[in-house]
């Protein structure tokens, strides 16, 4: 770890980045997260996750080349840097860990 | 052909409310359409509807960074854009190498001639003599109820110093004495020398390039004393020698030792090239060695102690001051005890900042002008070339440049043509320097390089001037017109805005340069007055001295008396000198006596003096009636007066004054025996006696009372075609008391320092001058060569339509002369406003209103610009109208 720490929502965040694969958008992000997490995700809140993880160096942003789709202009893609998803999988290993940890307490 | 979707056009403009950055608007709009669309078809509209402003709402409490700032351009891209900027001026330049040429001239001259001007302010003015922390090294002046002097006797000065705990008091003697470098005889130039104390440089600050300073252990030195020359001397006079330090170098009469080379820029106090201790005084002069009982005469400054005010330091040393002994000879009996002032204004050359900001202010209203007017050339060079250029910007902009991206161009050519003039400026003024310091009688001890400050200032400068010439063009071409220009043909309807830009530089231009050459023209002839001006008797060959005599002064005056009495038996003795007088004031000394007559509105200025009666045979003033007072009339104080000629002529309108008393209006100040008003005896040729500029020769002699020969000073004339006369003459005079503090003045050389003022200014608004018509002429050139190129087609329409060559002649040229006339018309004003207002006093004998400076200014600028319009405009009006209009 880089000392950058990441909050619940910017996990969500990456996270929706890796699984829609690389080179996607804002509006696919705010949709899987809202279908994730059961939400209602404000557009503004994914904007400034992106920013936040971008200014980490977890993602970083493309503007990409013109698409067939919204009338042939072009919009800002976001992919997961490899830092990015270091970081994401030190968090689960993390978690991972403890849970293991509760498992053999038996308490689960 | 369906409609393509679009946000609602309230949500539009919620949207600019919000803080989303401009650059990312766009990005921000599309995605909350899409997500519009999806929710509309999967929710249903009411909640599509609530969700987009929501999102709307938390765009507006979130910031999200710009675009720019996330990604910037790499800075590189910025370097490369800059130097095709570069490289696309180089070729435009390339390609009109005239209008470069132009502007550059123009452009150099400005700042070669600002560079010039600051140099020498900066030496004169701003940069001081080296003093560190001038606000605790105070002066220390005498005071008691009766007087104040700058001056302490050496003895005192001692004194002082033994007593002062709270502040480091030093000394400073200033003397000139020849000084020669090399082995051989005869004397070398003089040199200012400074005699000090063994603290000044600690109490100054003043440091060493080579060697080391002087101190307290070489007051001590009394064979070969140690001297630390200035940095000027060391270039001037040493060639810049590495291995100076223990060289010999004869001081007046004796051997002095190099030990050190004082850093560049100090020159405490008043320009000394040479400082030695006090103690090789009496060496350097063959005089007795000063001690406690010495009357030379000393200032004294201090430095404070760490920590301890003014308030403090003066209280202790008028402690000390008022055990001394005063002087009661000089002062008249019962005076106080005497006191310490301190005072941070004066002492170390200081002198009063009003005077130094007078030459300071004019010297940049000079530089001000010059700089405008170089600019405005420039200016009218590039926008002049910016018309012709339109269409290349429309092409630039119909290509997507930024207004920012086009100025940008703009300014990068004319920084470019900046620096090329900075450079050559630079050298022109490196290459004038040394005749400019020789112009303005640069003294020289003077440092006038140019230093880092000079530097900074020409880099400031042509950052200015190239940003302020670019803007010019760059405003015109604000708001480019993408369509016009392309097509080709539309050039012709902008041409009136620009053309009028050009015309008010013109105008600017025109009226600067009169300006600028009526106060030349004024300066010039207040020059040419004051060097020929007949001050009435000759200045070659008339030496004032002074002395201060040694011992307590307690004889009421009879020691000075004695010492003159004796001083004037020997001198009548030494083969050369014609002629000894005492007087109470010499001519073009620091001192003047003037009274003034008359009622308010006619008020004149008599000079007033005290003498003996040979006066004025040693002066040469001419007997024109009556006769001089007698040695027994000088002797007996009788009420006699001589009067000058135009005073008599004034008061008497032709008829003779002998015999008259004094007119009352003439106020005389205290006389010395009962208030009997003085007869006049005779009426000498006049003499211009103090100032050069008061334009009076009204002057009355009276016999000089003896009591009053402890001021008087001695005036020697020395007879043509001989040499050594003054040095062998000082020579006895010190050999009468040793101790005496004997000091000589030529007074050709305070009459060449009154003359030389106007002539420094004469000299910088000449060239000025002459630079600024010569920028006008290359504006205008400019100008109607390229309105001319541009009115071709409407000449031939013209010449078609019937009109002779002649009238086209007139048109243009009444066009071309329009705008010199209103500068011509604006800067008389503005020249009869400012030698009223601002130059009266420097102008010796001349009017403000001069009508031969205004004539010939008028004269100068309407023929120059003549000539300037007339060759372009010869051109258009031999146009060929049928191939003019076949062309188009």
């Known amino acids: 770890m880089k000392g950058e720490r990441l909050g619940e929502f910017e996990e969500f965040t990456l996270l929706a980045v890796r699984a829609l694969g690389d080179n996607t958008y804002a509006v696919p992000i705010q949709q899987f997260v809202e279908e994730a997490t059961a939400r209602p995700i404000s557009m503004g809140s994914i904007y400034a996750a992106l920013a936040r993880l971008e200014q980490k160096g977890f993602v970083r942003s493309a503007m990409s080349e013109a698409l067939a789709q919204r009338g042939g202009k072009s919009k800002r893609v976001y992919t997961v840097t490899a830092s990015g998803l270091r970081t994401a999988r030190d968090l689960h290993r993390v978690r991972d860990r403890i849970w293991s940890a509760i498992a053999e307490g038996g308490r689960s | ?888």
């Open chain 2, 1 to 888: 052909v369906t409609r393509e979707p679009r946000l609602p056009r309230h949500v539009r403009w919620l949207l600019r409310l919000t803080r989303v950055p401009r650059d990312r608007r766009g990005e921000v709009q599309d995605d909350l359409l899409e997500l519009f669309t999806v929710r509309l078809g999967d929710r249903g509209r009411l909640r599509a509807h609530w969700r987009l402003y929501r999102d709307l709402a938390s765009l507006s409490y979130r910031r999200l960074p710009s675009a720019l700032q996330r990604d910037p351009r790499p800075r590189a891209a910025v370097l490369r854009d800059a130097s095709g900027d570069l490289r696309y001026a180089a070729r435009l330049f390339a390609r009109q190498p005239a209008i470069l040429l132009l502007a550059i001239l123009g452009l150099s001259l400005g700042l070669a001639v600002s560079t010039a001007a600051f140099s020498i302010m900066n030496a004169a003015v701003l940069r001081g003599e080296g003093l560190r922390e001038p606000g605790r090294a105070p002066g220390v002046l005498k005071a008691s109820e009766r007087f104040t002097s700058t001056e302490w006797r050496y003895g005192e000065f001692l004194q002082l110093r033994d007593g002062a705990t709270r502040m480091q008091v030093e000394a400073v003697l200033t003397e000139g004495a020849s000084v020669r470098t090399e082995a051989g005889d005869g004397p070398g130039p003089t040199t200012n020398l400074g005699f000090v104390s063994g603290g000044f440089f600690a109490a100054t600050g003043g440091r060493v390039a080579l060697g080391r300073v002087l101190d307290r252990a070489d007051e001590q030195q009394l064979d070969s004393p140690p001297v630390v020359v200035s940095f000027v001397f060391w270039s001037t006079r040493l060639n810049r020698d590495p291995a100076v330090i223990g060289r010999p170098i004869r001081v007046g009469r004796t051997t002095a030792t190099i030990v050190g080379v004082a850093e560049r820029g100090f020159s405490l106090p008043n320009l000394r090239m040479v400082w030695m201790p006090m103690s090789a005084f009496g060496a350097v002069y063959n005089s007795e060695r000063l001690d406690g009982r010495s009357n030379a005469s000393v200032q004294v400054f201090g430095r404070l102690q760490p920590g301890v005010s003014l308030a403090e330091a003066e209280a202790q040393l008028s402690g000390v001051a008022s055990t001394l002994p005063v002087d009661q000879a000089a002062s008249g009996a019962g005076d106080s005890r005497l006191r310490a002032i301190l005072d941070t204004d004066t002492g170390l050359g200081r002198t009063a900042g009003s005077a130094r900001l007078a030459v300071a202010v004019f010297v940049f209203v000079v530089i001000g002008l010059v700089l405008l007017l170089a600019c405005a050339n420039v200016a009218s060079v590039l926008v002049s070339t910016a018309i012709t250029r339109e269409r290349e910007m429309g092409v630039r902009a119909a290509l997507g440049a930024s207004r920012w991206r086009i100025v940008r161009q703009l300014l990068t050519e004319s920084l470019a043509l900046g620096a090329i003039a900075a450079a050559i400026g630079l050298m022109l003024a490196y290459w004038a320097l040394p005749t400019v310091g020789i112009m303005v009688e640069a003294p020289a001890a003077a440092d006038i390089a140019p230093d880092v400050t000079v530097f900074a200032f020409l880099g400031l400068v042509t950052l200015l001037t190239g940003v302020g010439a670019g803007l010019a063009p760059a405003w015109h071409g604000r708001g480019a017109d993408l369509v016009t220009p392309l097509k080709g043909e539309g050039a012709g309807r902008r041409l009136v805005a620009p053309r009028r830009l050009r015309s008010t530089l013109i105008t600017m231009q025109a009226a600067v340069s009169v300006l600028l050459i009526v106060m030349a023209t004024l300066f010039v002839r207040a020059s040419v007055r004051a060097a020929t001006i007949d001050v009435g008797f000759d200045s070659e060959r008339l030496y004032a001295v002074s002395a201060t005599l040694s011992g307590t002064g307690n004889d009421n005056g009879a020691g000075i008396r004695a010492f003159w009495a004796r001083a004037i038996a020997e001198l009548q003795s030494v083969p050369g000198v014609t002629a000894v007088a005492l007087t109470e004031l010499t001519p073009f000394g620091d001192v003047t006596k003037t009274s003034i007559a008359g009622d308010g509105r006619n008020r004149v200025v008599v000079h007033l003096n005290r003498t003996r009666a040979e006066y004025f045979e040693t002066m040469g003033l001419r007997l024109m009636s009556g006769r001089i007072y007698t040695r027994d009339e000088v002797a007996a104080k009788a009420p006699v007066a001589v009067v000058s000629e135009s005073l008599a002529r004034a008061y008497w309108h032709g008829e003779s004054p002998l015999g008259d008393a004094l007119p009352e209006p003439i106020k005389l100040p205290a006389l010395p025996a009962a208030a009997v008003r003085p007869v006049i005896v005779g009426v000498v040729a006049d003499a211009i006696p103090a100032r050069l500029n008061d334009h009076s020769a009204f002057a009355v002699y009276e016999p000089l009372d003896p009591s009053s020969e402890i001021f008087a000073r001695l005036m020697i004339r020395v007879a043509p075609g001989t040499s050594g006369v003054i040095d062998d003459a000082v020579q006895r005079l010190r050999s009468i008391d040793a101790r005496a503090d004997v000091r000589v003045a030529s007074v050709a050389a305070q009459l060449e320092q009154e003359t030389s003022r106007p002539r420094m200014l004469a000299t910088l608004t000449v060239v000025v001058g002459a630079i600024a018509v010569v920028l006008c002429v290359i504006g205008l050139y400019g100008l109607t060569a390229s309105v001319v190129g541009q009115r071709t087609r409407e000449m031939g329409v013209r010449v078609a339509m019937g009109a002779a060559p002649g009238d086209l002649l007139r048109l243009m040229m009444w066009d071309g002369l329009r705008p010199v006339a209103i500068g011509l018309a604006i800067g008389i004003g503005a020249a009869l406003l400012a030698s009223r207002v601002a130059v009266s006093s420097l102008l010796f004998g001349v009017s403000p209103q001069d009508p031969l400076a205004f004539g010939g200014a008028a004269a100068i600028l309407l023929t120059s610009a003549t000539l300037a319009v007339l060759v372009p405009t010869r051109r258009a009006a031999a146009v060929d109208a049928a191939g003019v209009l076949r062309q188009s």
